[in-house]
């Protein structure tokens, strides 16, 4: 699999103008500002059509995905996935425990009194 992204769909005026009219709508809505250069374009498309309250969006990301349909046929089915999600944090893996009966809380201790500038002020 090659690792350059496929953007022969952007080559298509038709799809292009289309898309940029999405661009302008989701700018718009969301002040979020899509690049064609972007590998990541239909599938930010796709998200965004799918959480917009504008019917002129979804009803251009359908005559997008028509295009696309025609353009170069069925979608392939998506991969399964290989069981849960890693989580990240800051691009690390995060454990994280399964269920809260798996680790024991800690218990409260009693406050010591609340100091300030060396004094006790509560306690």
Known sequence: ?????DHRW???????NL???CRRLIRAEF???LS???P??????????????????????????LALLELEGEDSPPAPSNGPAVRLYRGQP???????KETPRPQHTPRKGLMYRGRKVAG
């Open 19 to 21: 898309v940029n009219q």
């Open 94 to 100: 995060v454990d994280t425990p399964t269920s809260d």
């Open 10 to 16: 952007l080559m298509q005026y038709n799809i292009v």
């Open 1 to 5: 699999m090659d690792a350059t992204p």
């Open 36 to 38: 064609l250069t972007d």
């Open 40 to 65: 990541a374009l239909r599938r930010k498309l796709a998200h965004y059509a799918g959480h917009t309250r504008s019917q002129g969006l979804q009803r251009l990301y359908g005559e997008i995905r």
């Open 31 to 33: 002040d979020e500002s």
